[in-house]
């Protein structure tokens, strides 16, 4: 009886977390399939198949140079769409459904049917710069979304409420969010652009401080630094709030670690000429980097269906050690 009584726990508990882990699998096949992406483009494979949705109009081609990575992020991308529609349907199906899961997992369903458009506008009409910087902003929306929903489903998020220390953090972390955002997007039109090498030197600009601001290609170079020093900043600084108020202190410290690690790729990329695998790694870190600071601002937020300034249930050392 005690047997049964134990397999019936599991199976509910197993029922109730599937979205929850399905929601997880999806931040990390994004992150895979952001890194494929980014490896496609710094191996001028973007138009290796010149169709779509087929590859030179067949779904199996031959997997070789270009084609190899052009095709697999498709076929990555295709399995992404799967698995976030397996997770949406199994937060419908949840015996306590929460209209906020419920919404943010559609959402994410249409961004990513709207982003595999792009995707094959990409391609249809021979990478045009906007298309091309609008699909990789998606990409970056639908992680964000994707790492809030894997928190907000975890079976423990009932013990984490927002409190006076949490909400000063929350602050600086949702500021270095947004910035990051920003900072991908505008990194997104410089490689689109092919404005990577338009300031050759680091950490100046063509031998300036401030370069003349006259061609597009060094404005928005000179925007993507600017942008990324004062991502470095308020990243660092948040991390300083966070271990001060003992709040989430170790992902605040791996984000820190991450902008940091972020910021010398960058500068190497140009050293290195832009280099696949440089590249690549930097478009992976600013992933990972926003990831983590989505994860941090959800924990720092009261869950949805539990009161503001409510008594955290779990013991205050697990919430000072972050």
Do not use: K, N
């Not at 990390?28 to 890194?35: A, C, M, N, Q, V």
């Not at 087929?54 to 992020?73: A, D, I, K, Q, Y």
């Not at 459904?97 to 961004?111: C, F, H, Q």
Request: hydrophobic share 55%; with cysteine; net charge positive.
């Amino acid at each position: 009886m005690r047997a049964w009584v134990v397999a019936v726990a599991m199976a509910v508990t197993t029922r109730s977390t599937l979205h929850y882990r399905l929601f997880g699998a999806s931040v990390f096949w994004t992150l895979g399939l952001l890194l494929l992406g980014s490896i496609v483009h710094a191996t001028e494979s973007s138009l290796a198949c010149p169709d779509w949705p087929t590859c030179f109009g067949t779904m199996v081609p031959e997997m070789v140079g270009g084609v190899f990575w052009e095709h697999l992020h498709r076929l990555v991308a295709g399995g992404l769409v799967v698995l976030w529609a397996l997770a949406t349907w199994l937060a419908y199906r949840e015996r306590q459904p929460r209209a906020a899961i419920r919404y943010g997992a559609v959402a994410g369903l249409l961004l990513l049917i709207v982003q595999s458009v792009f995707g094959g506008l990409t391609v249809l009409m021979r990478l045009p710069d906007a298309i091309s910087t609008t699909h990789l902003g998606l990409a970056f929306l639908f992680l964000a979304l994707a790492t809030g929903l894997t928190v907000e489903t975890h079976p423990r998020r009932s013990e984490f409420v927002a409190d006076e220390r949490s909400r000063r953090v929350r602050r600086w972390v949702v500021a270095a969010t947004v910035l990051v955002f920003v900072q991908s997007v505008v990194g997104a039109l410089v490689r689109h652009t092919d404005s990577g090498l338009a300031c050759p030197d680091v950490p100046l600009c063509l031998g300036e401080l401030v370069p003349p601001l006259e061609q597009w290609p060094i404005v928005l170079h000179f925007a993507h630094r600017a942008l990324g020093g004062a991502v470095v900043a308020v990243v660092l600084a948040a991390g300083v709030v966070a271990l001060r108020q003992g709040r989430r202190p170790r992902l605040l410290a791996l984000a820190s670690l991450l902008v940091v690690a972020q910021a010398i790729l960058g500068f190497a990329s140009v050293l290195l000429f832009l280099e696949p695998w440089t590249v690549s790694l930097h478009t992976l870190l600013a992933a990972c980097l926003l990831a983590t600071l989505v994860c941090a601002a959800t924990l720092l937020t009261t869950p949805s269906g539990f009161p503001v300034g409510a008594v955290e249930r779990a013991r205050p050392e697990e919430l000072t050690r972050g």
